[in-house]
């Protein structure tokens, strides 16, 4: 009899992981607002850089953590999050930068050129909130 309480434990945990169940969406705060301190949209800059991440109207807590209200940073770089993806873990690549320990700011080396960045609040499993919290696109040129 254990077993088969095993097995449908199994069962139940793989389904709600494979169906999204166990990773609702966390609620936005809401006028809550990510933005870019230190850049604005046109900027020139020399590698590497640092960048200050601003957030009003919610607070900073590191991934895993879950308190209502809280998120973390993540450096989007030359790319988009819209649509379906809004819904999704953030991944994590070069262009996907997470700061899941709560960082508040970080220096970046990107190659000379233009490039675009976005910083999106993402909540203890790097899923954006609902309604998004995310900055304007910003275009910086590195010299």
């Known amino acids: 009899m254990r077993f088969w309480k095993i097995a449908l434990a199994s069962l139940v945990a793989t389904t709600v992981s494979l169906t999204g169940a166990a990773s609702a969406q966390s609620p936005s705060m809401e006028g809550a607002k990510v933005y870019f301190v230190n850049l604005k949209d046109g900027d020139k800059v020399k590698s590497p850089f640092k960048i200050i991440f601003g957030l009003s109207g919610m607070g ?71 309604a998004p919290v995310k900055s304007d696109v910003i275009t910086v040129t590195v010299e």
Request: proline fraction near 4%; glycine fraction near 12%; avoid cysteine.
């Open 60 to 130: 900073v807590a590191p991934a895993g953590i879950d308190k209502k209200g809280t998120g973390h940073h993540h450096l989007i770089i030359d790319e988009k999050i819209d649509g379906e993806e809004l819904e999704e873990n953030i991944p994590k690549d070069e262009q996907h930068r997470h700061f899941g320990g709560g960082q508040t700011e970080a220096t970046i080396e990107l190659s000379a050129g233009k490039h675009t960045l976005q910083l999106v609040l993402g909540d203890k499993d790097h899923i954006p909130h609902v």
